[in-house]
């Protein structure tokens, strides 16, 4: 279970709210740490509110992130335009990509049974991405 941050993000925290729910293959994103994360279709666009600084996640954190066309050169995941939705499992973490730490918008907080998800999220290193679902309760 996790609670929305309706007062640091409201407009990110709304937006989620109102798109729930979602399933999506969730990817494991070795490169920022113990970071999992998967991909809104179609692409969302959210201002920029409560964003994160360099080594300012936490275990338990949700993130929205947006990466404009053509940010990077070529298409990561074969995405030239990407918006997802990450949770940073354990510490020592930092969403991640080819031109450095990724500031993202923080916009709720895992709250119950943070250590389960984390061994799942641990062995989709191994094991590859698996379906992950977020729906209102």
Request: charged share 25%.
């Given at each position: 279970?996790?609670?929305?941050?309706e007062d640091?993000?409201?407009?990110?925290s709304h937006?989620v709210?109102?798109?729930?729910p979602l399933?999506?293959?969730?990817?494991?994103?070795?490169?920022?740490?113990?970071?999992?994360f998967?991909?809104?279709e179609?692409?969302?666009?959210?201002e920029y509110e409560?964003?994160?600084?360099v080594l300012?996640?936490?275990?338990?954190d949700?993130?929205?992130?947006?990466?404009?066309?053509h940010?990077?050169?070529?298409?990561?995941?074969?995405?030239?335009?990407a918006?997802?939705i990450?949770?940073?499992?354990?510490?020592?973490?930092?969403?991640?990509?080819?031109?450095?730490?990724k500031?993202?918008?923080i916009f709720?907080?895992?709250?119950e049974?943070?250590?389960?998800?984390a061994?799942v999220?641990e062995?989709?290193?191994?094991?590859g991405?698996?379906t992950?679902a977020?729906?209102?309760?």
């Amino acid at each position: 279970m996790a609670e929305l941050a309706e007062d640091d993000a409201p407009k990110t925290s709304h937006n989620v709210w109102n798109m729930l729910p979602l399933k999506a293959p969730a990817l494991h994103d070795i490169w920022s740490g113990q970071v999992v994360f998967f991909f809104l279709e179609p692409t969302r666009v959210f201002e920029y509110e409560n964003v994160s600084r360099v080594l300012d996640v936490c275990p338990g954190d949700l993130y929205y992130y947006y990466r404009a066309p053509h940010f990077f050169r070529g298409a990561p995941y074969g995405k030239a335009e990407a918006s997802e939705i990450g949770l940073v499992y354990d510490r020592d973490s930092q969403p991640w990509g080819p031109r450095g730490a990724k500031g993202v918008n923080i916009f709720g907080q895992v709250v119950e049974n943070l250590d389960g998800f984390a061994r799942v999220c641990e062995r989709m290193i191994h094991q590859g991405s698996k379906t992950i679902a977020i729906e209102k309760i």
